[in-house]
């Protein structure tokens, strides 16, 4: 079946305009627009800085209208889109969602299925309640929002399918299942006494591990991990150690659930194409190394942590890049990435750079609840710095570099950088952590090094 849709031509070219988006720097910038979209801008009065993309679309011009044909070979695009969907909401659900179980005048089970977030979140629950057409309506408090379904033919037929397709990766795969087993019980109307009752109640969301029931973590996925990243992740930088990093955090019974996603993520996601041979060599290096699982602090939570800037910027960067994201937690993403920029370019050691920093550290994660910013206005100022650093070498080269020639030349002062060795072709051939293990492999004094490096003889 075809679907037409007829916009008025002189309404549309009012506020349409094909946006042109120009980059002439050396970086092959990471931040740029998925190539299955068209990317317009809308102009008027009264709506400033917004885009619509347009998806799978035909137009044709007739006289005083536009003919928008939706093509039917797009609805594998569109399947496909779902099933992305009901994997990221399975992740979503596994870091923020709920199944639950209630007692109706202590004699009737009522089974629920959703989400409680702040009210600035309201937008990605929308989505999930269009996406899902789910019969449901907010309830909404100054601070909090929540998105609840408690129609059990309705929650059976919609989350059991989805959940059972795409399981929980967390703990709570064994709340899923015990709510599952309830529900389906209650529908076939098995009855129960008041004390199975209460007992079915307070077992659901006790983490306790049913012993012949295993979390199937060969079931992982992209959307899943950006689903639970969107609900558990968190994009730091650090100014003072001018690196970014990123972070997921769970309470220690879900430990394996981390070392799923670390597993998952070394043996399926890779450097991109355009990585500079250096930089892919000395991440293929270091590859195992390049994602640590810390030790439970005090109330049990542990992260796993990226750290590495050259493995974020290649690695884990470009792939959160491709997919779609349903939440707030994208703006945090998307400065985050434009820190990657500053940083990775070395467009920190500008004033104009160093303010673009501090302007978005005042902004990100929790801060961005309260905060009013452009992201727009910070993206091109800083796609339009020129570059400083040389985007062949790995971050912690080029930043060593920069601190060595921004030493005084009467500070005779050591400093704590690596020595990086070239032949006479300029090709990079070793490295050392410092002054003193470089002295030792030259069987000379790290004064003796600290000089050829500061004189050049």
Not at 102 to 112: P, Q, T, V
Not at 296 to 306: H, Q, R, S, T
Not at 355 to 369: C, D, S
Request: aromatic share 14%.
């Amino acid at each position: 079946m075809i679907k037409w849709t007829m916009i008025n031509i002189y309404s549309l070219l009012m506020f349409l305009i094909i946006k042109n988006n120009n980059n002439n720097n050396n970086y092959n910038n990471i931040t740029k627009y998925n190539k299955d979209m068209d990317l317009y801008s809308i102009q008027s009065p009264y709506i400033k800085n917004m885009n619509i993309i347009k998806r799978g679309y035909h137009t044709s011009l007739n006289n005083k209208l536009i003919i928008v044909q939706k093509d039917n070979k797009n609805n594998n695009k569109n399947n496909l889109e779902m099933d992305n969907f009901y994997k990221w909401l399975v992740g979503f659900t596994d870091g923020d969602g709920s199944f639950y179980i209630k007692l109706n005048d202590k004699k009737y089970l009522r089974f629920f299925y959703g989400f409680r977030m702040h009210i600035d979140d309201k937008a990605c629950l929308e989505k999930i309640r269009n996406m899902l057409n789910m019969p449901s309506n907010f309830e909404e408090t100054t601070k909090t929002i929540m998105l609840v379904n408690s129609q059990k033919k309705w929650l059976y037929s919609n989350i059991v399918t989805i959940f059972d397709k795409y399981p929980c990766l967390t703990i709570k795969y064994y709340s899923y299942y015990k709510w599952k087993m309830a529900m389906i019980n209650n529908l076939n109307g098995m009855s129960y006494n008041n004390k199975d009752l209460l007992n079915i109640k307070n077992t659901i969301n006790n983490y306790e591990v049913i012993s012949n029931l295993k979390i199937p973590y060969d079931k992982m996925n992209d959307y899943w991990i950006l689903g639970f990243i969107e609900a558990e992740g968190s994009f730091d930088t650090s100014p003072k150690r001018n690196i970014c990093g990123f972070n997921v955090s769970q309470h220690k019974r879900s430990i394996n659930t981390l070392k799923a996603i670390k597993s998952y993520v070394l043996n399926n996601w890779k450097p991109i194409d355009n990585t500079p041979l250096l930089i892919k060599n000395k991440l293929l290096k270091d590859w195992d190394s390049s994602i640590k699982l810390t030790k439970p602090d005090k109330n049990g939570v542990i992260k796993l942590e990226f750290n590495r800037m050259d493995f974020l910027y290649y690695v884990i960067l470009p792939k959160l890049y491709s997919l779609k994201w349903y939440s707030r937690k994208e703006i945090d993403f998307q400065l985050w990435k434009t820190t990657m920029e500053i940083y990775i370019k070395g467009l920190h050691n500008t004033t104009k750079g160093s303010n673009l920093l501090k302007l978005i550290n005042n902004n990100i994660n929790k801060k961005r609840y309260y905060s009013n910013y452009n992201i727009k206005n910070i993206i091109d100022d800083v796609l339009n710095m020129n570059t400083i650093y040389n985007y062949k070498l790995p971050y912690r080269m080029n930043s060593d570099i920069q601190r060595l020639n921004s030493m005084n030349n009467n500070n005779t002062k050591f400093i704590n950088v690596g020595v990086f060795v070239y032949d006479l072709n300029n090709t990079l051939i070793m490295t050392f952590t410092g002054y003193r293990p470089a002295a030792t492999y030259f069987n000379c004094s790290k004064h003796e090094i600290a000089k050829y490096i500061k004189n050049g003889n």
